[in-house]
């Protein structure tokens, strides 16, 4: 799941691009992919969360054993707040009016291209990477469609 972001700012962008287009067809399709991507970066948040509960679980006995002296607590201000950020910012995709949001989409577009960092992976790990996440982009577009959450299928009032 750490290489979703890159996915998602790939894919993303080109369906800011194809909706920006405006194809003849006025096809419901990119605004689907575009709430399945915003639910799966939902995912990516569950995801942080574990990931920092296993640092904390790791960290607990270590602290115990160690004198803490003081430290400027501003020199850890902007990377607590830019993981805070990746953590919780995608609950707002929850809110089914944001999940299709152009404007918020590209927030979170160039939110997620800040906070990334690449890691350098073989051939082998990269593709088994996209084929993850492209098993959890079919879930997550199985579960909207299933609970009649994707765009197309609401019915306007």
């Known amino acids: 799941m750490d290489f979703f972001p890159v996915i998602y700012f790939i894919v993303q962008f080109l369906l800011i691009v194809i909706i920006g287009i ?5 096809n419901q399709l990119p605004y689907n992919l575009m709430a399945t991507l915003n639910m ?3 995912f990516y948040g569950l995801y942080l969360i574990r990931i920092l509960i296993g ?3 790791f960290l607990r006995p270590i602290i ?4 803490m002296k003081q430290y400027d607590s501003t020199a850890y201000l902007e990377p607590i707040l830019r993981m805070g950020g990746m953590v919780f910012l995608p609950f707002f995709f929850l809110i089914p009016s944001l999940r299709k949001n152009i404007l918020f989409t590209i927030l979170m577009i160039v939110y997620t ?4 960092s690449p890691s350098y992976l073989n051939s082998f790990e990269i593709l088994l990477k996209i084929f993850f996440c492209l098993s ?3 879930a997550t577009y199985a579960v909207l469609w299933l609970f009649e959450k994707l765009p197309s299928q609401t019915v306007a009032n």
């Open 136 to 138: 959890v982009f079919a």
């Open 22 to 26: 405006r194809s003849p067809f006025k």
């Open 55 to 57: 640092l904390v679980q």
């Open 64 to 67: 115990q054993k160690v004198e």
């Open 40 to 42: 799966m970066l939902w």
């Open 113 to 116: 291209f800040w906070n990334f």
